[in-house]
Antibody
Framework: EVQLQQSGAELGKPGTSVKLSCKVSGYNIRSTYMHWVNQRPGKGLEWIGRIDPANGNTIYAEKFKSKATLTADTSSNTAYMQLSQLKSDDTAIYFC????????WGQGTLVTVSS | DVVMTQTPPSLSVAIGQSVSISCKSSQSLVYSDGKTYLHWLLQSPGRSPKRLIYQVSNLGSGVPDRFSGTGSQKDFTLKISRVEAEDLGVYYCAQTTHFPPTFGGGTKLELK
């Protein structure tokens, strides 16, 4: 069974960074893309970017190019997303999702930005 | 970016009723390989999204056959036959044909 286990909730101060993790079990992440998607409070889904863990290649939505940095560690089968220069409107739930058809999703990590 | 427009934004249904949700894209979703990368997701209350259907009409693993997807090019429909209580939540269509992937605004399915 494929499972994506995300790290716990984060409280970050404005201007700081947080790093979220997404550990995959039941599937080798070298064989797929890993996406990150956010959901602001009460809103819909927004694609942030994706990484190909096999070679580290990344691609980002334009608005997240300076905000998010995606990495992956194939030895631990884990994908990461660092969010930098946090602002209040970065407050959201962040999901990792796997595959070209969003086949599997993590449970989400709530990031709250507050001083 | 490809704009995905879902209608209606909300639906009130009785258990056992059948419903349809529409998703229209601003561009054709047929990729150069001939496949159409249009998918349907369900986000149950307080949960993460779950993929129901991929590439227009393929049922995801473990998804009941009460769900079906049809459509082509720019016009797609999700049908739920005989709605059950576990089907309540927000339905999203999503396209991964064009960069960046985009999602519809969602359709909230509620109990009447």
């Amino acid at each position: 069974e494929v499972q994506l286990q995300q790290s716990g909730a984060e409280l970050g101060k404005p201007g700081t960074s947080v790093k979220l993790s997404c550990k995959v079990s039941g599937y080798n992440i070298r064989s797929t893309y890993m996406h990150w998607v956010n959901q602001r409070p009460g809103k819909g889904l927004e694609w942030i970017g994706r990484i190909d863990p096999a070679n580290g290649n990344t691609i980002y939505a334009e608005k997240f190019k300076s905000k998010a940095t995606l990495t992956a560690d194939t030895s631990s089968n884990t994908a990461y997303m660092q969010l930098s220069q946090l602002k209040s409107d970065d407050t959201a739930i962040y999901f990792c999702a796997m595959g070209t058809t969003f086949a599997y999703w993590g449970q989400g990590t709530l990031v709250t930005v507050s001083s | 970016d490809v704009v995905m427009t879902q209608t209606p934004p909300s639906l009130s249904v009785a258990i056992g009723q059948s419903v349809s949700i529409s998703c229209k894209s601003s561009q054709s979703l047929v990729y150069s390989d001939g496949k159409t990368y249009l998918h349907w997701l369900l986000q149950s209350p307080g949960r993460s999204p779950k993929r129901l259907i991929y590439q227009v009409s393929n049922l995801g693993s473990g998804v009941p056959d009460r769900f079906s997807g049809t459509g082509s090019q720019k016009d797609f429909t999700l049908k739920i036959s005989r709605v059950e209580a576990e089907d309540l939540g927000v339905y999203y269509c999503a396209q991964t044909t064009h960069f960046p992937p985009t999602f519809g605004g969602g359709t909230k399915l509620e109990l009447k």
